[in-house]
């Protein structure tokens, strides 16, 4: 009797042990799927927030380089101009300055300094620079405009164009972005020929990198698109061995009536 109850009380004993592990193993099972719920839903999540990003970025090759409305937007401008013709222009009506920059301007409107732009040329009669953000320098009958930023230093787009021999429009766009709580400074010059006949601006992007690369000895450089005359001024600083000034280098892109030569000048007068 004694050895019977001794082998039922192992028995019982080994079924609670038993028990017990499947208790255990199905515990750990059940907490490695929550972990793997979590991590998918994490995942999911994720996956919805890249997508509200790239929604929020808009279309076209401004969203390229992560550049949000608001942020610098020239690195996004600098890589899509030289392969994209804007047309219509004037729609028949006659090419001028407001013509030309309107196009550009709308089309690349994340730029905030286009954007205000574009509305300038849009509602005229609605400026007033004591309520808007922006300021103009509306020079439309020397083929001159200019919009600034009020909140930021040199935050803006010049515009200028010239008659070449052949009937065809040069246009220029200047364009800077010098943040002082970014401690950064982009800027960037573009060159489109525009033909009357097909209402087309083409980008002529070797004029553009050949008057780049004549500055980047420099270490910074400006462009003046010219309001008065015809010739484009640049301002060249070299920091100096003791880095406590530098140096200013002058230049003129001079027009010959289809581009420019260089020249180097004591000084420019603005």
């Known amino acids: 009797m004694k050895r019977n109850a001794i082998l039922v009380a192992v028995a019982a004993l080994s079924f609670m042990l038993t028990a017990c592990g499947e208790k255990k193993a199905d515990k750990a099972q059940a907490d490695e799927n929550q972990k793997e719920s979590t991590v998918q839903e994490q995942t999911v999540a994720d996956d919805e927030n890249a997508i509200a990003d790239e929604e ?10 992560g550049v949000a409305p608001g942020d610098c937007e020239i690195p996004a401008i600098r890589k899509a101009w030289a392969k994209r013709e804007i047309s219509p222009v004037a729609a028949d009506k006659g090419a001028d300055i407001t013509h030309l920059a309107y196009a550009f301007c709308t089309e690349y409107a994340k730029y905030l300094p286009n954007k205000s732009l574009a509305e300038y040329l849009e509602f005229p009669d609605r400026y007033n620079e004591e309520e808007v953000d922006y300021r103009v320098e509306d020079q439309t009958k020397k083929g001159y405009l200019s919009c600034f930023m009020n909140r930021d230093l040199d935050w803006g787009v010049d515009c200028c164009y010239w008659n070449r021999s052949n009937g065809h429009q040069l246009v220029a766009f ?27 601006m083409k980008p002529e992007p070797a004029l553009a990198e050949k008057m780049e690369k004549e500055m980047g000895a420099y270490d910074s450089y400006s462009f003046s698109l010219p309001a008065d005359g015809k010739d484009i001024a640049v301002l060249c600083h070299n920091t100096l061995t003791n880095h406590d000034f530098s140096e200013e280098v002058h230049f003129l892109y001079r027009w010959n009536g289809n581009d420019f030569k260089l020249e180097k000048v004591k000084e420019i007068r603005y």
């Open 174 to 200: 200047w364009l800077m972005e010098d943040h002082v709580s970014w401690d950064k400074y982009e800027n960037l010059l573009v060159f489109y020929d525009y033909d009357p006949d097909t209402d087309t």
């Open 56 to 65: 929020f970025m808009g279309d076209g090759e401004l969203e390229d380089d």
